[in-house]
């Protein structure tokens, strides 16, 4: 691996950061079906300027993932792209539909590493503890998205003081917390892998972390947007958590609605606070690009989603400049942490290496991923991936330009 | 003072010289609607579109006399329903409108933040006339206006809105005109139609809740009602319209509670019997029809501040 080997030399030679490959278990490549908005191939290399080397693509495409010859389908087109590893999650239910449970072992031997109905909660608790029980057949963990939708019901941001101010209709805390709370106690009996989508709430971390106490397996992961911004965002703020003041943006840019939405500043901290006492196992993206027709309107009718891959390592980096978090956990909660929850090795020959120092702007040009909806558009950032090997080749080098 | 604002999207960041200014040029347009021709060439030349992408007929019309009685040339153009539902995006109306060439847009919009988003977009001054639950801050800063003519200064004076706050653009753009102005404002109304934050202490500046009407309009200066949508209570926000009215609704009764004289407002249109009485709506203290004339003068105000080609002289 001397590709390997000389990277690290020229990365301790220029006070560079290196890591093992990332992993992130939750990335929208939105093909098929939606090649407008992002496809495989632009979504991995995205993925790889971000530096995640292995992402794992979420199943509500069109059609779904919901068959073995799907999965095979997303595997090739993955190995096609040659960027990042591309794995595939498959569905919990047949078409997403939340009905009758997808062929789980069939899906996993076909290349499976997890299933979610991403995008939609399994609402029927029986499906729910079904799933987990077969999925322990199948040797896959289950990715719910924990929200009760009649709690959410119509709601286009967090429910809180801003969005009072804003006359937007909010999705309280509760409709994601009490979700988590079924989906923990579903799974005590249950038994299987739970793994608790993008957590966004103080309230939701706390279960969590009881959970564990108590000695259940349950896994967590947490989006960097959740980590970073927060429901001021909506209202034109462009100030991290831990800021104040600053410029401000038009309010009501729809590139701020993600679901689950931009929270409070008390629920980013807690968001930290449970990625640092290991509550929350990894970083997950939950990359969700969309073609501007999807965001360019009214904000109660845009779409839900961020384009997150190729601005996670800046805001991450951000929050530990802070003082709210450490690299040495952000690191681990991008690899062993996301590597644990599937179940696989951390791939070997795989590197990321990172600038700590370079500044640059967030531009749509500056953008690899066809979504150019995220709020930081314009935003200066500090931190940029500057090369990364997968399988032991070097498939991004910025190095030159960087040095 | 000169003006400085190329808009009118919400007065939230709006400063109290701001919000004096546009109600002393209201007063001045008031003489002009009470001349025997009410009309002066402040916006000659001009052209205000009136885009109202949901069914309104008193704002439309108000705005439309505005800037008739200012002799601009006005266009109307409606729409309704989402534009999801219409098949034609706001980005392409914006594109048509602006490509129009009208120096105004006035616009109304069932979706909050419409306005932000027009304004992005074109190089027309946007007036907002109303989007979703935000902001109408025409309405807010003529009930201004009406409670200043009657009240005097608004300094310490306290102000009851009630009704819907949570689906109220209204009442959002009254706090926004009167808090600036000195006065307090307190809310009421049943706590599923007041949004969760201002219930638990996070109240906006210069409020408060208080869930009893009694309590609340008890020594109130004024009241302004709010509109109940029976919708409400089809979504389960109420388990009656009778026990609304009962509860929230303004009586002779309630409205005695108050100040001698203290004036009731009502944006309209009205649900006599439901949130106010008819003989408080055409009572003594009524100042609902004044609102309704005072509307014009506001705009007349507004778009000559923020269009106006020649003086207008008393």
Redesign the interface.
Known sequence: MTAITDLRRDAAKNGWMTAPGFIDLHAHLREPGFEESETIATGARAALAGGFTTICAMPNTEPAIDSPGLVAEVIARGAAAHAARVLPIATITRGRKGKELADLVELAAAGAVAFSDDGSPVSDGQLFRNALEYARAAKRPVFEHSQDLALSAGGVMH???V??????K?M?AAAEETAIARDLSVARVAGGRLHVSHVSTAGSVELVRRAKADGLQVTAEVTPHHLALTDEWVAGSRAFAWEDGGDRA???GTSTKVNPPLRAAADVRACWAGLMDGTIDAIATDHAPHAS?KK??????AAFGISVFETAVPLLLAGIAAGWGTWDRVVDALTTGPARVLGIDLPKDDLVVIDPKAVWTVTASSLLSLGKNTPLLGRTLTGRVVACIVDGELRVDLTRAAV | MTWQRRHVLAT?DWTKAEIEQVLDQTGAMVEVLNRPIRRTPALRGRTVILFFAEASTRTRVSFELAAKALSADVTNITASG???EKGE???DTVRTLTALGGDVIVMR?S????P??V??RTDAAVINAG?????HPTQGLLDAFTLRGALGDLEGKRIVIVGDI?HS?VA?SDIDALVPLGATVTLSGPPTLV????RCG?T?RGTTYEPDLDRAIDGADAVIALRLQSERQQAGLLPSIREYAKTWGLSEARVARMRPDAPVLHPGPMNEGVEIAASVAHGARSLIETQVTNGVAVRMALLYLLAGTQEVTA
């Not at chain 2, 979706?111 to 419409?114: D, I, K, L, R, T």
């Not at chain 2, 949004?195 to 201002?198: D, G, N, T």
Request: net charge negative; proline share 8%; aromatic share 12%.
């Open positions: 429910e809180g003081v969005s009072a101010r804003l006359g937007l909010g309280p038009t309010p009501y027709t360019d309107v009214e904000y109660q009718e | 939230d989402s534009s999801v995006t706001l980005l919009h979706a909050s933040g419409a932000y988003f304004a992005e989007d979703g639950w935000h902001a949570t653009r959002r949004p969760s934050a201002w996070m906006p």
